[in-house]
């Protein structure tokens, strides 16, 4: 489980944005559709490892998942 003081302070190695964290599964940012997965609790924020989401769908999917 993702703590909420480290979820306050992560950033996408990316664009330096606020990520979005998605059922403590994966971490998530909507402006660049990058998914960024979480191995037992710790967050995996390697640009190189992180998920391309092209698919509208399941960008969609994603931000309804999102918790706020």
Request: glycine content about 4%; aromatic content about 2%; some cysteine.
């Amino acid at each position: 489980m993702v703590d909420e003081k480290l979820l306050g302070i992560l950033v996408c190695p990316q664009d330096r944005g606020p990520l979005l964290l998605i059922d403590q599964e994966l971490l998530y940012n909507p402006r660049l559709r990058r998914a960024y997965r979480i191995e037992d609790g710790i967050p995996v924020l390697l640009v190189d490892e992180a998920a391309d989401i092209t698919d509208d769908a399941e960008h969609q999917r994603l931000l309804d998942r999102a918790q706020a």
